[in-house]
């Protein structure tokens, strides 16, 4: 009040009570005169404005507080951090571990949209981001979090950084896009390490998978002879599955009641290795014998691990009797194809197929048929094994009748009817019943060479297939005859063919004989004649008929050349008759007339006896 009074000029000042504070203001109040006669006092209540300006020194002083604490924090970080401050992120503040990872000195701006680009590159699966695509770009003008992200940081000199970049907006009070903060984490040796563990893993898996799809039984076990590991190999061996087997007791179920289990297990405690062939029980009762090889293992520390790994030696064993049947069969083939070869005749070369094919083609009955030479029959050659009814009623059959033999040559093909049901669809008319023969399957084989011949009828006494090795021995064999049917047929045609050469050259001299003959007839007359006109030994009325007999007989030869002439005419097609009427009484008189000089030089009487109406 005083310095107000003393003054003249307004006074102000707070005053603080019991957590109150008031702001004070003193003005003079001054009288007519201009005099100050009085103060005029005007209080506020500050107390809510002290303690918010309090308040904010205190945030303030923790903010502060703060930014050091994030910039220490930024500084210390192993993680890359990139601030931007403007949407474009065209300047991007970097922490010392992300300068590090850019070999960058501090206060270096690390956009890749600067006006001046630094030297390095963003790509993701090789290609270069372009602007819009980079994340922290993304992140600033969407004013959207970008997730974390795989890039790769590809520098000048080729060396590539893994990084796994993530931003978030720092937008402006209105929301607007204003800049954005990065996280950039070196991956480079994660994804080494990753890359590793799928490589191993990969491998684990492939290892795993030869084992569990290996063709061989493989099969682990325990101290206790559990079950602990079954492959498929062991499934398509035994027939149980890995479920139905796992901690069951492997000698149990395998090989009951086997007295060298004993000795195995001795063997593996003092070698920790066994190796041989053991016969193991099936899941359907039957017995397989395995080449079996068992090692003692040790699996996470613990001993008494076995690996028993048995392969099934029964396919070795069926190719060891496969490999013997087809030796067996080869001499068979051989010793048919030589004994064939030296057959002569259709009938021989049945006979041989008869004896040694059928049985060697394991039926106990067979026949051969050939296919008539017009194709309208099969005729049955030769038979072995049936009733003598059967092979009378069987002996030609015609092509139109269903039957294995002439489905067989009519298709070219191996019929096999391989039970009695099927014998009795396909065939009811011949149904064993029907027939009168103890056969339950046929088979009918072609015989096929530069063209079909006929077949082999097969009969067995028990249903069954044909396997695809008796179809091929069944079809050389069936190559075979037919090739030495057809030899051998060849060969009855040649010697035909001959006979008839050698019956055509025997026409051909009777033919040549008769013609001389001929030929020589009216000659005889003609020296007759002649002989006695030069020997003037006849009379003048004689030596007329003698000249007319000589002339007669010239005509006879003329006519026995045009004769002549006209067989080669027939043979060429050439010939062409003129028929005329022929007085037989005058021919036979002109024929004597020939003949008579010669009778008469001879001292022979020739007389004729002809009837009235000739």
């Known amino acids: 009040f005083d310095e107000v ?26 009288d007519s005169e201009g005099l100050v006669s009085g103060v005029a006092v005007f209080s506020r209540d500050h107390t809510a404005r002290h303690r918010a300006e309090a308040e904010v020194e205190r945030l303030n002083a923790q903010l502060r507080t703060r930014v ?42 690390v956009s890749m949209t600067a006006p001046v680009r630094p030297p390095w590159r963003i790509c993701r699966d090789g290609r270069e981001l372009t602007g819009d695509e980079l994340p922290l770009q993304r992140s600033a003008a969407r004013v959207t979090d970008v997730p974390p992200e795989e890039c790769e940081l590809v520098f000048g000199d080729g060396r590539v950084v893994n990084l796994l970049v993530s931003a978030t907006p ?13 996280v950039l984490v070196d991956i480079t040796d994660q994804k080494r390490i990753e890359q590793a563990l ?84 099936r899941k359907d009762g039957s017995t397989v014998v395995v080449d079996s090889r068992q090692v003692t293992v040790e699996a996470d520390g613990t001993p008494g691990v076995i690996l028993e790994i048995n392969r099934d030696i029964s396919d070795r064993m069926r190719a060891e009797d496969q490999r013997a049947e087809l030796m067996t069969r080869l001499a068979v083939l051989l010793e048919v194809s030589e004994s064939m070869s030296a057959a002569a005749t259709p009938d021989e070369i049945v006979e041989i197929l008869l004896h040694k094919a059928v049985p060697a083609l394991g039926a106990y009955a067979g026949s051969v048929a050939v296919l008539s030479s017009d194709g309208t029959e099969v005729h049955i050659l030769g038979s ?135 030929l020589r007839t009216p000659l005889n007359a003609i020296l007759g004649w002649s002989h006695m006109l030069l020997g003037q030994a006849l009379a003048p009325e004689a030596q007329r008929h003698a000249v007319e007999v000589i002339a007669r007989n010239a005509s006879s030869q003329v006519r026995l050349v045009d004769e002549v002439l006209d067989i080669s005419r027939i043979v060429r097609g050439q010939l062409q008759l003129d028929l005329q009427v022929v007085d037989v009484r005058a021919a036979i008189e002109r024929a004597l007339e020939t003949v008579r000089p010669a009778a008469d030089a001879k001292g022979l009487t020739l007389a004729t006896i002809l009837p009235d109406d000739l």
């Open 384 to 518: 072995r094994g049936y009733p003598a009814p059967v092979q009378e009623s069987f002996a030609r059959l015609p092509m139109t009748m269903s039957s294995p033999l002439t489905d067989a040559i009519r298709t070219h093909t191996t019929v096999v009817v391989a039970s009695p049901a099927e014998w009795r669809s396909r065939y009811p008319a011949l149904a064993p019943d029907r027939v009168g023969t103890e056969s339950r399957a046929l088979a009918a084989i072609p015989l096929r060479g530069s063209r079909i011949v006929g077949a082999i009828g097969l009969s067995f006494r028990d249903a069954r297939e044909l396997s695809s090795r008796d179809t091929t021995f069944a079809a050389l064999l069936g190559r075979q005859a037919a090739q030495a049917l057809e030899r051998a047929q060849l060969l009855v045609s040649e010697r035909l063919a001959h006979a008839d050469v050698e019956q055509a050259s025997r026409i051909k001299d009777e033919f040549l004989a008769t013609l001389s003959h001929e």
């Open 198 to 281: 799928i490589s191993q893993a990969e491998h684990l898996q492939l290892q795993a998978a030869l084992l569990a799809n290996a063709h061989d039984a493989i099969i682990v076990r325990d101290a206790e002879a559990r079950i602990t590991f079954w492959n498929t190999g062991a499934e398509r061996t035994y027939g149980w599955t890995e479920r139905e087997v796992l901690g069951l007791n492997a000698h149990d179920l395998l090989a009951p009641g086997n007295e060298d289990l004993a000795r195995i297990g001795e063997a593996l405690q003092s070698g920790r290795e066994w190796q041989g062939d053991q016969q193991h029980r």
């Open 68 to 109: 050091i604490e994030l910039e220490r924090l930024l500084a210390l970080t192993p993680v890359g951090v990139a601030i931007a401050e403007d949407p474009q992120c065209r300047v991007i503040r970097a922490n010392a571990a992300l300068q590090r990872l850019l070999g960058v000195p501090p206060e270096t701006n």
């Open 170 to 182: 720092l937008p402006r009070r209105d929301g607007s896009p204003g800049g954005c903060i990065g």
């Open 5 to 30: 009074v003393r003054t003249g000029e307004p006074v102000h000042f707070e005053d603080e009570r019991a957590d109150m504070v008031f702001h004070h203001t003193l003005y003079p109040v001054r």
